[in-house]
Structure formats: C-alpha cells, structure tokens
C-alpha cells in the first residue's frame, strides 16, 4: 500500500518561507517521481515542481526562482522550500508519486500567505 504524508503547511505573511515534506512508504523517490502540485480555492490542480527519478527538476513558471524542489533517499522524503511567498501561492499542496503509470496522492496540507 502506498502512503504520502505531507507535513509543513501553516500561515505565513508575504515574502515568507515555508518548507513542506512528503514522506512516503510502499514507494520509493530513488526509482519514481516526486512531485508537489496545488490547488486553489476555485481553479485547478496544478504542477508545482518535480524531481525525477535522475535528480532531474521541473518547475512550474510562477515559482521558478523562489520554490525549490529536493528528496532525501535516505529517508524517502520530497522536500519543497518554498521562499518569497505571495498570496497567490495560497493553495493546498499535494504531493504526488507515480509508479507503473498509477498516480498516488497525500491529503494535502494548506499554505496561507498573507498580504
């Protein structure tokens, strides 16, 4: 059974920083993606970042230069810094794997950013 935990949201003010981690168990981010996406009050989910399964990174425009994607094999984890918050970036974030095309979901944690 695969589980991803995501831990780290809470309420920040512009132009702050949060750091989010998913740990995951029945998978492993040394062979499968790792991913961040969020969804908006009203809007889509939507990619965030990626790291595959090579070290390699994909970032959505709107937060290259400030979020930053990283995993720790070790402990199986995806991390995401996520520095120059702005209420756009309000959102829950979900972490996502995917594994013999099956795409596997944590519940999700709520990043506030405040103006």
């Known amino acids: 059974q695969v589980l991803l935990v995501e831990s780290g949201g809470g309420s920040v003010q512009a132009g702050g920083s949060v750091r989010l981690s998913c740990a995951a168990s029945?998978?492993?981010?040394?062979?499968?993606?790792g991913g961040w996406y969020r969804q908006a009050p009203g809007k889509q989910r939507e990619l965030v970042a990626v790291?595959?399964?090579?070290?390699?990174?994909n970032y959505a425009d709107s937060v290259k230069g400030r979020f930053t994607i990283s995993r720790d094999i070790g402990k199986n984890t995806v991390d995401l810094q996520m520095n120059s918050l702005k209420p756009e970036d309000t959102a829950v974030y979900y972490c996502?794997?995917?594994?013999?095309?099956?795409?596997?979901w944590g519940k999700g944690t709520l990043v506030t950013v405040s103006s």
């Open positions: 996502n794997s995917r594994r013999g095309g099956v795409d596997y």
């Open positions: 029945g998978i492993t981010f040394r062979i499968n993606v």
């Open positions: 790291i595959n399964w090579d070290g390699d990174t």
